[in-house]
């Protein structure tokens, strides 16, 4: 079994940074890839970033920089570093570990960005 705990979401002026984290709590360790999604009201699901157990990262289109993912080294515990903040950004966002074809979902994390 797998538990995601997120933190770092809130409000945040446009323009602004904020840096979500995600830690995975499992009774037997295994490095996995992890990433975040996010969910606007009204809109599908979108993937923000993931990053594999080797470090390779990856990221949405919209993303176009503004986005960094890092791991905590040997650790299931992964970082979104988001600056440049729009409005357009306003989520809920949510992470994600897969293993052995299944994955697991947090709870999500809600992030807004308003004036």
């Known amino acids: 079994q797998v538990h995601l705990m997120e933190s770092g979401g809130g409000l945040v002026q446009p323009g602004g940074s904020l840096n979500l984290s995600c830690e995975a709590i499992?009774?037997?360790?295994?490095?996995?890839?992890m990433g975040w999604y996010r969910q606007a009201p009204g809109k599908e699901r979108e993937m923000v970033a993931h990053?594999?157990?080797?470090?390779?990262?990856r990221f949405g289109g919209f993303v176009k920089g503004r986005f960094a993912i890092s791991r905590e080294s040997g650790k299931n515990t992964v970082h979104l570093q988001m600056n440049s903040l729009a409005n357009e950004d306003t989520a809920v966002y949510f992470c994600?570990?897969?293993?052995?074809?299944?994955?697991?979902w947090g709870p999500g994390t809600q992030v807004t960005v308003s004036s």
């Open positions: 994600y570990l897969d293993e052995s074809a299944r994955r697991y």
């Open positions: 499992r009774s037997i360790f295994r490095l996995s890839t």
């Open positions: 990053i594999t157990i080797k470090n390779v990262a």
